[in-house]
C-alpha cells in the first residue's frame, strides 16, 4: 500500500518562503515589475480564499504556482478583451536562413570582459523588449506566452479562443516583425 505524502499548507511561512521565487517565476513572463508583484499578492490571496480546497497532493508551492499561473493568464486575457478581438492583418516575407529562433541567440561565450558582455546582454535585452512592445498587442501577448512563458498551444488557444492555426499565423509575424526590428535597432551596420 503505497500512501502518497500528504502535504499541509503554512500561510504564514508563504511570503518568507515563496514570494522570491514566485516574482521570479512571473516576472519573466510579464516583464513589469509592478504587474509581477500585483500578481504574486494577488497568487497569496487566492491562496488564502481557497486553502480549505488545498487536497494535500501536491506541494505547496507547486500548489501556489499553479494559482499563479491562472492569474499570468487571466492577466493577459484581460489585455486581450480590452484591446477586442480584431486581428491586424499585415504582409509578411519568409527568409529562409533568417527566419528561426534567432531571439534565443546567446552573446559569443569568448569575450573576457564580464561587465561589457553584461552591459551587451543588458542592452540587447532592452531592444528586444521595446521590438516586442511594439508588436500589436495580440501579437506580444500571443508570442509571450508561447515562446517565452512555454505556455502549450492548447492552453494558450483555449484561453485566448483561437484556433492553432490563428496562433501559429500570429507567432510568425509576430517573429517577422522582431526579426526587422530587431534588423533595425540592433544588427545595425
Request: aromatic share 10%.
Given at each position: 500500500m503505497?500512501?502518497?505524502?500528504?502535504?499541509?499548507?503554512?500561510?504564514?511561512?508563504?511570503?518568507?518562503?515563496?514570494?522570491?521565487?514566485?516574482?521570479?517565476?512571473?516576472?519573466?513572463?510579464?516583464?513589469?515589475?509592478?504587474?509581477?508583484?500585483?500578481?504574486?499578492?494577488?497568487?497569496?490571496?487566492?491562496g488564502l480564499r481557497a486553502k480549505d480546497n488545498f487536497q494535500g497532493k501536491a506541494s505547496e508551492r507547486t500548489w501556489l504556482v499553479s494559482i499563479l499561473k491562472r492569474k499570468i493568464i487571466d492577466h493577459y486575457r484581460k489585455i486581450n478583451s480590452?484591446?477586442?478581438?480584431?486581428e491586424v492583418k499585415l504582409s509578411f516575407y519568409t527568409d529562409g536562413e533568417n527566419e528561426g529562433n534567432w531571439i534565443e541567440e546567446r552573446v559569443p561565450q569568448s569575450w573576457d570582459n564580464e561587465a561589457e558582455k553584461s552591459i551587451e546582454n543588458d542592452e540587447l535585452k532592452d531592444?528586444?523588449?521595446?521590438?516586442?512592445?511594439?508588436?500589436?498587442?495580440?501579437?506580444?501577448?500571443?508570442?509571450?506566452?508561447?515562446?517565452?512563458?512555454?505556455?502549450?498551444?492548447?492552453?494558450?488557444?483555449k484561453e485566448l479562443d483561437i484556433t492553432s492555426s490563428?496562433?501559429?499565423?500570429?507567432?510568425?509575424?509576430?517573429?517577422?516583425?522582431?526579426?526587422?526590428?530587431?534588423?533595425?535597432?540592433?544588427?545595425?551596420?
Amino acid at each position: 500500500m503505497d500512501k502518497m505524502k500528504q502535504h499541509i499548507l503554512n500561510p504564514n511561512k508563504w511570503i518568507d518562503e515563496y514570494a522570491d521565487y514566485l516574482f521570479n517565476y512571473t516576472i519573466t513572463r510579464v516583464n513589469n515589475h509592478d504587474t509581477a508583484k500585483d500578481l504574486v499578492q494577488e497568487t497569496f490571496f487566492a491562496g488564502l480564499r481557497a486553502k480549505d480546497n488545498f487536497q494535500g497532493k501536491a506541494s505547496e508551492r507547486t500548489w501556489l504556482v499553479s494559482i499563479l499561473k491562472r492569474k499570468i493568464i487571466d492577466h493577459y486575457r484581460k489585455i486581450n478583451s480590452a484591446k477586442g478581438q480584431a486581428e491586424v492583418k499585415l504582409s509578411f516575407y519568409t527568409d529562409g536562413e533568417n527566419e528561426g529562433n534567432w531571439i534565443e541567440e546567446r552573446v559569443p561565450q569568448s569575450w573576457d570582459n564580464e561587465a561589457e558582455k553584461s552591459i551587451e546582454n543588458d542592452e540587447l535585452k532592452d531592444t528586444l523588449e521595446k521590438c516586442i512592445d511594439n508588436l500589436p498587442e495580440k501579437y506580444a501577448m500571443v508570442f509571450r506566452m508561447k515562446t517565452i512563458q512555454q505556455f502549450e498551444t492548447e492552453e494558450i488557444c483555449k484561453e485566448l479562443d483561437i484556433t492553432s492555426s490563428n496562433l501559429w499565423v500570429m507567432i510568425h509575424r509576430a517573429r517577422t516583425q522582431l526579426r526587422r526590428c530587431m534588423e533595425k535597432n540592433w544588427f545595425k551596420n
